[in-house]
Structure formats: structure tokens, C-alpha cells
């Protein structure tokens, strides 16, 4: 049974070499590190290749360097900052709805505590450069009585895609690599099973990955994540009456267990009279594995409940030529070269560029040496000798050529085109003639360049929320307490200490099934806090024209906080009704009064007028 588990890992280590060989020398890894290599390279100024510094250097010119593309990247990153709308989980059946906005102050609470924001935009900044980052969830076990969710951003360079992956969120992906470097002491102390110094002969060759660095005396261990196809059994569970699935062997010991009577939370024994409505079928399951070399470390399971790789991608652009991600800074490096090139061009030749020629006759200067020397001095003069002044003369200075204001220009607007940063977007005011609506339309336009980028990071964002809550489910079960926002400002509540649904005070958020809907950021002239401000506006030069319910319903507040507030209104309605009622019946009691006094007055005039007839 030993020898047949060590072949199961020997063969699965080879395996996973296989694998990773391909990845690292498929084209769409090259070339995503070959162009975000130089991506890096060009943000931090470095934009010359060592063939030009060596030329301009033999030439005694400067490397000068213009760097157009850090400010344009900058401004991308601030506004990627800046978008704070978040996904808002909603409930899948009606009676996961009470929990639906339990569940949301729960995930905004870990968000919190997570510093989950300054991630994600750290996400983002470097797949605005580079192409690609990757947000890694997991489960931090120091403490193993109290495990904790922690997340942290993956360097593109560590990781290693499928090549035929094509799907934005990896489910069509059938592994990744995540690499690991560890000194000795830590081989030996995660695993001590393992002989740290025979790692170092898996060096690597030409056409072999690397699992050894002499120069830093570091082990690469490297972390794989991958789908298999497997036998499942999908059944109804009896108990909550939902469809899940489990292995033929789990399943069978669950089959097993509740025929002879499983202990409920509430003491009761809930035990299953006849078979399990179930059914098999093939389905792809997640694995990972840890590795160095051909040394199998660790594998198994996935320990997660989502079906997902325990990754988030957040891609800018992509060549889909090549399946090969790239970043903002791609497409900028050629016009930098341009202007860079043209403007050190420019400058060389206002340096250089040479004055009138003097052309005289022999003998009419008395101190031509004196004059090669002084020449551009302010106060040097010119001696002539007598009767030779007609014999000098200037030429007329040499005149600069326009196409390099031209070109430069040209460049600079390319940039801005292919970054989508154009001045309306930087701040930089062209006219003061221009009416504000006009420049703000015009922005609102040019954001449109930048929706392939910011609908991305919108994906990510989101796919991360669905990862957090997945994990917060599993690992968050026993009774906590945690601060939301509530009625009154940040409360602190309890979650998972009412277990039962039947039961008021519901809040066991492991048992709701939710999905999301995405709010668009405040990017755009049709945002929800844009309408909610049309309409306030409109609310206010016209009163009584729009509820406030509906103005709150395109506001960014708690769903709490719009049912106090419909709940207020609708009390108002209500009274001023009633007041209304109430007007209505005293008028109409005075009505009739004013009737019956009329009637009375009449009837005394007939009275009297038959009594003197």
C-alpha cells in the first residue's frame, strides 16, 4: 500500500513537471514576461535599450528621458481608486432573503478587517502595468484552534497559466503554477520528511524548470492547482433538501450515516427511511498539489467548498492572437521612443546649431584668433582694418525645420490615445471659453476608451467578493461577533448564534445561497448616485413632486435605512390622509349645517307668509 501511494506521487510530481514545462516556454507566457518586463522597465524611466545608451555615451550626449507614461499610468490607478461601488449579494430562493442583508454587512466587515480595498487596487495598479495580478485567498492556520482568511497579491511573474485557457476566470484553465522560494530551514521545517539538500539537483537544464538558486541559496517549491475528472454522486440531501454531490466513497459513508440516524443541532436524531434520491455523473473537481523538482510535498482535495482556483485574475488587455496578456504601458513604449528620440534631437541641434558663417577677405579681420576663441562672448567685438569693412559679411543662420514640433505633437497625442488619458481626464484646462457641461460631456466620453479595463477590474472585484463570501461560509461557523453598518452607525452583532430558520433571529450565514448584482461605478453620466442627484434636484425646485423612497432607491444606503425611511413616509401619507378625512368631514358637517339653518330660514318665511295671508 506504501510502495503503491510513493508511485502514485512520483508519477503525479512527473506529471505536474510536464505541465509546467509547457507552461513556462508557451508563447503566451513569453510573451507576457518579455512585455511586461520592458512595461516595468519603461514606467520607471528606464526606456532606452543598452545598444542607444552605448551610441548616445560614444557621442558624449545625455540619455535625457521625457516620461510621459508614469503620469498616464498614475492617473489610471487613481481612477481605478476611486470606483468604491461594490457588488450587492442578493438571495437566490425566498427563504435566504432575511439573510441577504446580514450577509452583506458580514462580507463589508471582513472586507474591513481584510484591507480588502488597498489589495484589489494594488491588484489593479499592476495589471494596469504589467497585464495581469492575481489575488490569492486563503486560509492562515498559525493559530489551528482559530484559522483565518487572508488574502495578498501574487506577482504575475509567480504565476503560470494554462496556455489554452482562454476564460477570464480561469474555469476553462485546467492548472496553474504559483512559485515559492524557501530557504533551507523552512524545508526542513514544513517538512522534515525531506532531505532539503537532494532538492539541489533539480537545477534544471535547458529544456527543464529551475527548482534551485545558487546564487540566492533558495528552493523553489511550487504550488499547483488543477482539475481532474472524477465519478461523483449528486443526490438531494434529505436534511436541508438541496442538490449536492460527493465522491462514491464519501457518499456511501454518508448514505451509511443517515440510515442509521444523524444527531441534530437540537438534540432530535433525524434518520432517513428508504433510499436517497441520487444520481451519478462526471464532474471536474480541484486539486492542488506542492512540489519541487521531482519530490512530491503535499496534495490532496481542495480544501474549499467553491469550485474555483483560490486565484483571481485581474487582466487588462489581451492579444488574442496570442492569448497573451498585456498592459496599458504596451502600447505607449513606441510613441515614448518617438518623443524621446525627437525632443533629444532637438535639443542636440539648439546646441549645436551653428551661427551665421563668417565670410571675409584675407587680412580684413585684425583678430580673427581672438575672434575663434570670444566668439560667443556678449562682450567681445571685432576689430576690421582699415577699409576692409565691406570685405566681411554674415550668411544667414540656419533655420530649424518645423517637423519636429510636428512630430512631437504627433507622439504626445498618440500616448494619450492609447492610454485613453487625454488633458480633460488629467486636469489640464484647454480653453476658458468652454462651457463646464461641454468639458464634463467630453470626459464622460473619453472614458468610454477605458472600458475594457475598468469592466475587467469590475470582473475580478467581483469574482473576489464571490470567493470571500464561499470562504466565509466554510470557516466562519461558529458564533461570532462582528461590527456592520446598522440603523445607528457601525453596530456590533452576532452571526451563526441562531441556527434555526423557523425560529425568529435567523442568522446562520453558512445555510443562504446568493448571487450578485453588480452596482456600475460613479463613471458615467447614467451612475445611481447620478440619478439619485437628478432627481433630488429636481425634487427640490419641484416639491412634492418625487417620493423620497424613490430618490433613496438610487442612493448608495443601507436597505435599512430606505425601509425606515418608505416606513416614515408612509406614515406621513398616511396622517395627511387622515387630516384630509377629517377636513373633508367638517366641511361637510358645516355644509349641511348651513343647509339646515337655510331650510329653517325658509320654511319660517312660508310660515309667516301664510299666517299674514
Not at 433525524?270 to 436517497?276: A, K, M, S, T, V
Request: aromatic residues 10%; charged residues 25%.
Amino acid at each position: 500500500m506504501e510502495r503503491e501511494k510513493e508511485k502514485k506521487g512520483i508519477d503525479l510530481a512527473r506529471q505536474l513537471n510536464e505541465w509546467l514545462q509547457k507552461c513556462e516556454g508557451s508563447i503566451p507566457e513569453t510573451t507576457w514576461r518579455d512585455t511586461s518586463a520592458r512595461d516595468y522597465k519603461f514606467y520607471a524611466g528606464d526606456q532606452d535599450e543598452p545598444l542607444i545608451k552605448a551610441k548616445l555615451a560614444a557621442l558624449n550626449r545625455p540619455t535625457t528621458t521625457y516620461n510621459q507614461i508614469k503620469p498616464k499610468v498614475d492617473m489610471l490607478v487613481g481612477t481605478g481608486a476611486q470606483m468604491r461601488d461594490l457588488p450587492a449579494f442578493m438571495p437566490v430562493t425566498a427563504e435566504d432573503a432575511p439573510l441577504t442583508e446580514l450577509v452583506n454587512g458580514v462580507v463589508k466587515h471582513f472586507r474591513r478587517i481584510l484591507q480588502m480595498d488597498d489589495v484589489e487596487n494594488s491588484c489593479f495598479e499592476h495589471m494596469v502595468k504589467s497585464g495581469r495580478s492575481f489575488l490569492h485567498f486563503y486560509i492562515d492556520n498559525a493559530n489551528p484552534f482559530e484559522p483565518k482568511i487572508s488574502i495578498k497579491r501574487i506577482a504575475g511573474k509567480d504565476v503560470n497559466v494554462d496556455p489554452n485557457s482562454t476564460e477570464y476566470d480561469l474555469s476553462d484553465a485546467r492548472y496553474v503554477f504559483i512559485d515559492k522560494w524557501f530557504e533551507k530551514s523552512e524545508i526542513e521545517a514544513y517538512w522534515p520528511e525531506i532531505d532539503a539538500s537532494s532538492l539541489e539537483v533539480s537545477n534544471g537544464s535547458a529544456d527543464q524548470p529551475t527548482y534551485y538558486s545558487s546564487v540566492e541559496d533558495l528552493y523553489r517549491v511550487v504550488e499547483c492547482w488543477y482539475r481532474k475528472v472524477e465519478k461523483v454522486i449528486w443526490f438531494v440531501n434529505p436534511m436541508t433538501g438541496k442538490q449536492e454531490w460527493l465522491l462514491p466513497k464519501e457518499y456511501n459513508q454518508f448514505a451509511a450515516a443517515m440510515a442509521g440516524g444523524i444527531e441534530m443541532p437540537d438534540g432530535s436524531v433525524f434518520q432517513q427511511e428508504g433510499p436517497i434520491q441520487a444520481m451519478p455523473a462526471f464532474k471536474k473537481t480541484v486539486h492542488y498539489a506542492l512540489f519541487s523538482g521531482d519530490t512530491l510535498l503535499e496534495s490532496g482535495p481542495t480544501p474549499y467548498k467553491h469550485d474555483q482556483f483560490p486565484y483571481v485574475q485581474f487582466g487588462a488587455y489581451k492579444n488574442d492572437d496570442l492569448n497573451s496578456w498585456f498592459g496599458a504601458i504596451t502600447m505607449m513604449c513606441d510613441p515614448q521612443i518617438g518623443l524621446n528620440t525627437i525632443r533629444r534631437q532637438l535639443t542636440h541641434l539648439l546646441q549645436i546649431a551653428p551661427r551665421g558663417i563668417l565670410m571675409h577677405e584675407t587680412g580684413a579681420i585684425a583678430n580673427i584668433e581672438d575672434y575663434e576663441e570670444r566668439g560667443a562672448d556678449p562682450t567681445y567685438h571685432m576689430e576690421i582694418n582699415p577699409g576692409k569693412l565691406d570685405k566681411v559679411k554674415f550668411s544667414t543662420q540656419p533655420q530649424i525645420s518645423p517637423i519636429y514640433q510636428y512630430l512631437d505633437r504627433m507622439n504626445d497625442q498618440a500616448m494619450k490615445d492609447a492610454s485613453g488619458v487625454q488633458d480633460e481626464m488629467m486636469g489640464i484646462q484647454q480653453t476658458s471659453r468652454e462651457p463646464g457641461v461641454t468639458v464634463q460631456a467630453r470626459y464622460e466620453t473619453g472614458m468610454a476608451v477605458l472600458y475594457i479595463l475598468f469592466k475587467n477590474f469590475r470582473r475580478s472585484r467581483k469574482q473576489a467578493m464571490v470567493q470571500l463570501l464561499a470562504m466565509i461560509q466554510q470557516y466562519v461557523t461558529d458564533e461570532t461577533l462582528i461590527r456592520i453598518e446598522g440603523q445607528n452607525g457601525l453596530e456590533l452583532i452576532r452571526i451563526n448564534s441562531q441556527l434555526n430558520p423557523q425560529v425568529q433571529g435567523w442568522n446562520d450565514i453558512s445555510a443562504g445561497v446568493f448571487d450578485l448584482e453588480y452596482e456600475e461605478a460613479s463613471i458615467g453620466a447614467l451612475s445611481r448616485q447620478g440619478i439619485a442627484k437628478v432627481l433630488s434636484d429636481y425634487a427640490s425646485t419641484n416639491p412634492g413632486t418625487i417620493p423620497p423612497e424613490i430618490i433613496l432607491e438610487h442612493s448608495n444606503v443601507p436597505y435599512s435605512v430606505r425601509m425606515r425611511v418608505q416606513q416614515s413616509s408612509e406614515a406621513a401619507r398616511q396622517a395627511a390622509a387622515e387630516a384630509q378625512q377629517r377636513e373633508a368631514a367638517v366641511a361637510e358637517q358645516e355644509m349641511q349645517i348651513k343647509m339646515y339653518e337655510a331650510e329653517t330660514k325658509r320654511m319660517a318665511l312660508e310660515k309667516q307668509r301664510e299666517e299674514n295671508t
